[in-house]
């Protein structure tokens, strides 16, 4: 597996300006558009501790703010040995907007597993069941 790719990277510099003064883990996230945009996002914590949002669903919100709508990958970086994966809130939210997504998991060195979204969430809750 390569140690990096463009997305990762930006993954990568964007857990830079995580907010996160109480857990001290901090995740960065990319998120690539079908026109090859990628919009990035890291975790935001504040002192209500429940009202944090994850990098993935910042880098989601902010691409769909600009307008974004069709979305390829999303490459997600932390500073630990084992991946972070999404989190349960994350998938739902990427599933809906993002669909079956290519999601890339990745620390500050090496990219260590490369998974669909569909898997991370099977049997998912979404509009077509409304
Ligand atoms: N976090 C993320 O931003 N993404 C993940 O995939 C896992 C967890 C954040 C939420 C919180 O700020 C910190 O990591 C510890 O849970």
């Not at 880098?59 to 994966?85: E, N």
């Not at 079956?100 to 049997?123: I, S």
Request: hydrophobic fraction near 40%.
């Amino acid at each position: 597996m390569p140690a990096s790719d463009a997305l990762v990277e930006h993954a990568r510099r964007a857990r830079e300006y995580a907010v996160a003064d109480y857990s001290h883990f901090k995740v960065g996230a990319a998120l690539e558009t079908s026109d090859g945009t990628v919009i990035s996002g890291c975790n935001v914590e504040n002192a209500t501790y429940g009202l944090t949002v994850c990098a993935e669903r910042v880098a989601m919100f902010k691409a769909l703010s600009d307008g974004h709508r069709t979305f390829t990958r999303i490459a997600i970086v932390a500073d630990t040995a084992d991946p972070t994966p999404p989190c349960g809130a994350c998938r739902q939210i990427l599933w809906e907007f993002g669909g079956d997504l290519e999601v890339v998991l990745a620390n500050l060195t090496d990219v260590k597993g490369t998974h669909r979204l569909k898997d991370l969430l099977p049997l998912p809750f979404d509009a077509r069941l409304l």
